[in-house]
């Protein structure tokens, strides 16, 4: 499989990592406004775009990782820390150094993703959905 890492450029390649439907809790104005950022990277194998990154810079100064998506039959595959590779890179060159995370507290497999990479675990919030955990890392650890 040849896989290549490419920014976003519109809502169709999003639905195609979804099999057709990115997920209705991200509203359209999401979408176009992380693809206008360039702030969407695509996994893509020859054929087919099979994972996502996005993400988002908060009160203008701290990089957060928003979602990362892989396919299921792709998964465990290394394709997710490419695209955090590719994320942190990018990221980096704004001259950032860190980079901010979260997940929900039950989410087992992200919780392991976070720590593999060697996020450093923050606080956790409850909030309106449910308790969720901050990590943090260096870019640098990234690369």
Request: with cysteine.
């Amino acid at each position: 499989m040849a896989l290549t890492i490419t920014r976003a450029e519109s809502r169709d390649e999003i639905d195609a990592v979804f099999n057709g439907d990115a997920p209705h809790y991200h509203p359209d104005e999401f979408w176009d406004t992380r693809i206008n950022e360039k702030r969407v990277f695509i996994a893509k194998n020859d054929n087919d775009n099979i994972g996502l990154l996005s993400y988002t810079i908060w009160w203008g100064n701290c990089p957060f990782l928003e979602l990362v998506h892989i396919q299921d039959s792709f998964q465990r595959q290394g394709i997710a820390r490419k695209l955090l590779k590719e994320a942190a890179l990018d990221i980096k060159s704004k001259t950032f150094e860190k980079l901010v995370s979260s997940c929900e507290i039950f989410n087992n497999d992200s919780l392991l993703f976070h720590k593999a990479l060697g996020f450093k675990k923050l606080k956790s919030l409850d909030l309106p959905h449910g308790e969720e955990q901050f990590f943090s890392i260096e870019l640098e650890q990234l690369l």
